[in-house]
């Protein structure tokens, strides 16, 4: 299901008032009563919500969402980094049926 404060936001993304929607999507503050003139939730949505909305809308339009991560080679330096980043990408992709995730690093000593 589609949070509908999440496609009000995304719509308003196309308004005078975008600035604030796209704001408030990214998580940022807007000023006192603001949120309530824009009709937006008081906690912004967390990423994923934001992307599994954007796919729900383009699954029905047949169109894949295409998400582009760099600078993987950040993960190495973790011991548990590749492991959570694979575990949070999975559950994407079994969320978000029309998900391509590219992923990319530098090679470099750490290989």
């Not at 008081?42 to 919500?49: F, K, Q, S, V």
Request: negative net charge; glycine residues 8%; contains cysteine.
């Amino acid at each position: 299901m589609v949070p509908a404060e999440v496609v009000r936001a995304l719509v308003l993304g196309w308004s005078p008032v975008a600035p604030e929607a796209r704001r408030w999507l990214r998580g940022e503050g807007l000023p006192d009563g603001r949120l309530d003139d824009l009709q937006l939730g008081e906690e912004p949505p967390a990423a994923t919500r934001v992307l599994q909305a954007l796919a729900v809308m383009l699954q029905r339009l047949h169109m894949p969402v295409v998400l582009c991560v760099d600078q993987m080679e950040a993960f190495l330096k973790d011991e548990q980094g590749p492991k959570e980043i694979t575990t949070e990408l999975m559950g994407w992709l079994q969320d978000v049926p029309n998900l391509l995730i590219v992923l990319s690093c530098l090679a470099g000593a750490e290989w």
